[in-house]
């Protein structure tokens, strides 16, 4: 049964790039710090174990979905009693998928989804995710998303038709001084597409977002930036992280009587006509 009440967190950290060790410490520390204010569900950016750009390390820190990483975040879950979500990189059959995992307070691997929209170079060295995955826990159910694939509506949309009353996403939003100063891509419209998707389906929306800087070769580096936030049904940010490292705390209700007042208002989704859209 769902707890359709609860306080989810949302974790804004910087990586040590290419290590394991000292991430599962900070990814320890934030997890126990939402737990002791309340949260039941604690959200971590994208490939938050490693970082992302990692190159060929990548055959050294990717492990099995049930390797020793996995086995450790189930340990902090299981330590804080808390729902925990978190991106990493995973290998299966020689292959390698950029994952984000679900624990159950009990430190029981829920579900691992892979990225299933998979951005430029990544398709070079990553296998997508074929199917999306929609979780149901005792907090309700959760529909997993890593970064890019909040950019598809229709993933979303499907999500929610699969009946997920949240929206998770693990992400690493990037910039470089091109994409921030001639294109605007920057913290003002990832907060824009996370408030868009949550409207548009009227449902939460919950997304981690990593910050710091990394090098991805010799003369390409990215910033990585937030917010890191929570989104209503009707697009309102609840909390955020705006600069930095932190966490943000929301407390939703997914059956609250002013939700559904809201859903009576806001009947985007049957108002939709898919025969004008094919």
Not at 4 to 10: E, G, L
Not at 98 to 125: I, M, V, W
């Amino acid at each position: 049964m769902s707890n359709a009440q609860f306080n989810i967190a949302v974790v804004q950290m910087d990586c040590v790039v290419g290590e394991t060790e000292p991430n599962l410490n900070k990814i320890r520390h934030f997890t126990q710090l939402s737990a002791s204010m309340g949260a039941e569900l604690v959200i971590f950016p994208e490939c938050a174990t490693t970082g992302y750009f990692i190159g060929e390390g990548i055959a050294r820190l990717a492990e099995a979905p049930d390797g020793a990483t996995s086995g450790a975040l189930g340990d902090i879950a299981r330590q804080s009693r808390i729902h925990l979500a978190c991106g990493l990189f995973t290998r299966e059959n020689d292959t390698y998928c950029n994952t984000q995992q679900l624990f159950a307070p009990d430190g029981t691997c829920l579900a691992s989804y892979h990225k299933a929209h998979l951005f430029s170079a990544e398709r070079n060295y990553y296998r997508a995710g074929d199917a999306p995955i929609v979780v149901h826990t005792s907090l309700g159910n959760l529909g997993m998303t890593i970064c890019y694939d909040l950019i598809f509506p229709e993933y979303v949309r499907r999500l929610i038709e699969l009946g997920a009353d949240i929206i998770i996403n693990s992400t690493n939003w990037i910039n470089d001084v091109y994409q921030r100063d001639v294109w605007g891509w920057g913290p003002e419209r990832v907060q824009g597409l996370a408030s868009t998707r949550a409207l548009e389906n009227v449902a939460f929306l919950a997304m981690a977002c990593r910050v710091g800087h990394e090098v991805a070769a010799p003369g390409l580096e990215f910033d990585s930036f937030g917010p890191s936030c929570v989104a209503s049904p009707s697009g309102k940010i609840l909390a955020r992280v705006q600069d930095g490292e932190g966490m943000a705390l929301a407390r939703v209700n997914i059956a609250a009587e002013d939700l559904e007042k809201w859903r009576s208002i806001a009947t985007y989704r049957q108002d939709r006509r898919p025969e004008l859209y094919s």
